[in-house]
């Protein structure tokens, strides 16, 4: 939420937390993350412990957006996806209150995503997902409102979404 009298953004790290940052501070993070399904089962990366997310970040200065998805997924999970599909799109203002403590304005763009094939890896991980995620799960969905998610938009609904196809 930005507040135009005071030029600042209300934002919330994964554990609710909320921080005043100038809006002048925040940076532009546009972000996609692949729902992919199997066996009534949903891909998704445990970070933090106990936290669940599904595998995606980051979209590249020049990368499409499908080529993204498809990207992250294959660094976070080691697994190989095609034919992405948007099932949702999010507004988030963010605080990385667990790594670098910058602050984002991020549009989460979600896709639904077909398996291809790989084996579950860690191999992609950058240094922070090193220190922070775990291999990724296949989670039953019928399970996943039980989980604690470490994201600031829930993302469970997307994944309901996507199992209707």
Not at 50 to 72: F, H, I, M
Request: proline share 3%; charged share 25%; hydrophobic share 35%.
């Amino acid at each position: 939420m930005i507040d135009n009298m005071t030029n600042t953004t209300t934002c919330l790290d994964i554990e609710g937390n909320k921080y005043e940052i100038a809006t002048s501070e925040l940076q532009w993070r546009p972000a996609t993350y692949g729902i992919v399904i199997k066996n009534n089962k949903v891909l998704m990366s445990k970070q933090f412990d106990d936290k669940y997310t599904l595998p995606g970040g980051g979209v590249n200065l020049g990368e499409d957006l499908k080529t993204a998805v498809v990207r992250e997924v294959k660094e976070e999970t080691g697994l190989d996806v095609n034919d992405p599909r948007v099932v949702g799109v999010e507004n988030s203002f963010f605080h990385a209150a667990h790594g670098s403590k910058e602050s984002y304005h991020s549009v989460l763009i979600y896709y639904s995503c077909i398996l291809q094939g790989g084996e579950l890896s860690t191999d992609g991980f950058d240094e922070e997902e090193r220190r922070h995620a775990e291999i990724a799960e296949w989670i039953p969905i019928s399970t996943i409102d039980n989980l604690k998610i470490a994201s600031t938009v829930d993302f469970r609904p997307y994944i309901r979404h996507a199992a209707q196809f």
